[in-house]
């Protein structure tokens, strides 16, 4: 007669040597630490503060600024508040960013493709550009444009490029698009063309979710709307004598110059410094992204008849870009956040903004909080779009 086999006996383990235990213990003691350091230092800073009277509140939001600001996107005056002080500086920020990001990136790729180019000199001059600029701390480029256009000649006497801009002592006047006088009538028919176009798209995009050939003609339906959206915009423009936007030409009178639009020495060098630096980044990202791609894909566009252009640009190019994209947006948040250097040229950007307001209120925690907080939104919005924009260009594996 066969016997039982004995009961296996669960050995137990002591709560000190479980790992699973000492790993959520350690978190909850890191945790605890690390909450207890900050608490230390939230009460030392109130204690000093409340020492010295300056406890931090944000009551000085709705207070009246009482300095002028020398540049700003929208009207201001000294009566202002300082919140409206601290949103001039946001949006100077946001400015001069979203200029430098464009900018920055259509010099960039060009600097990249002329690295690679097989001409000797053009690919030999880009190689000698990039050493030397991104060699040269982008503080130091700053001061040297701010000099340089503090040497351009008097308003009267200024360099003209083309009769479009020009350069002086007093920054730089260029040629502007202006909305005309009667930019109403155009309202309507500019609203019918952006619905004409966003319905353009999207019946293009389910043409492709259907596998349609690219060729396909679009509905009758949609270029008769188009038909009667540019019908409409000439007829406005022959009974007007006007068109929705015209090129305000600087024309320079006794002492100043009247249209276009003037760009102020700080601008003018903070813009074009944080262009020059970025764009020799950008334009080795565009550089390594294309010579990632295989040759094989070189080989096959050849074999298909293409000329390099084509190829660069049909097959290369799309190919490189999903390589170049994530670098890239660390640039233009590197671009965001260099921004900041405004204040050693003059431009009153949001840190220079932010610096005469806790000087003259002495509120330095809730200012700097402030600063911080628009940094970081600026960097996140910036991040979300190219990381979806990265995403829309992704493989998608079948």
């Known amino acids: 007669m066969a016997t039982a086999a004995p009961p296996v006996q669960k050995t137990t383990i002591p709560f000190w040597r479980d790992t699973r235990i000492l790993a959520v213990l350690f978190q909850v003691l890191f945790v605890i630490i690390v909450v207890g350091v900050l608490w230390f230092f939230y009460t030392t800073m109130m204690a000093g503060l409340r020492q010295a009277n300056l406890l931090p509140s944000f009551a000085f939001l709705s207070q009246p600024a009482s ?19 601290l949103l001039i500086g946001v949006l100077n920020t946001i400015r001069v960013a979203v200029a430098g990001v464009i900018l920055a990136t259509i010099i960039g790729i060009m600097l990249g493709i002329s690295r690679l180019s097989e001409n000797w000199l053009l690919r030999n001059v880009a190689t000698v550009y990039v050493e030397i600029v991104r060699n040269v701390p ?24 083309f009769g479009l801009i020009y350069l002086h002592n007093r920054g730089v006047t260029m040629a502007w698009p202006e909305t005309g006088s009667d930019f109403g009538a155009w309202v309507p028919w500019l609203w019918l063309g952006l619905l004409a176009g966003i319905a353009f798209y999207v019946v293009r995009r389910i043409q492709f979710a259907r596998r349609d ?5 679009m509905p009758q339906a949609f270029l008769l709307a188009g038909a009667v959206v540019t019908i409409g915009y000439l007829f406005v423009g022959l009974t007007k004598g006007e068109w929705p936007l015209t090129l305000s030409v600087p024309e320079l009178e006794r002492f100043n110059f009247v249209g276009g639009i003037g760009l102020t020495p700080g601008f003018a060098a903070l813009l074009i410094g944080l262009v020059i630096y970025t764009s020799v980044f950008i334009g080795e990202i565009v550089r390594s ?22 190829t660069l640009r049909l097959v290369i190019f799309p190919q490189a870009l999903r390589i170049m994209i994530p670098p890239m947006t660390s ?11 405004a204040v050693a040229v003059g431009y009153p950007d949001l840190f220079s903004i932010a610096g005469t307001t806790l000087n003259q209120t002495g509120q ?15 960097s996140l919005v910036t991040s979300l779009f190219m990381n979806w924009y990265n995403k829309r260009i992704q493989l998608v594996e079948r």
């Open 331 to 341: 640039q233009y948040l590197n671009l965001t956040k260099n921004s900041s250097l």
């Open 364 to 378: 330095t925690v809730p200012v700097i909080m402030m600063v911080m907080a628009a940094y970081l939104t600026v």
């Open 289 to 310: 992204g294309i010579q990632a791609v295989n040759k094989g894909q070189r080989e096959a566009a050849r074999a298909l008849g293409l000329t390099p252009g084509q």
């Open 67 to 85: 300095f002028s600001i020398g540049e700003s996107v929208i009207a201001y005056d000294p009566s202002n508040t300082y919140g409206y002080a």
């Open 138 to 161: 982008l503080l130091l480029q700053l001061f040297m444009w701010l000099a340089l256009t503090q040497t351009f000649p008097r308003q009267q006497d200024s360099i003209s490029i």
């Open 213 to 217: 050939r690219p060729g396909v003609a």
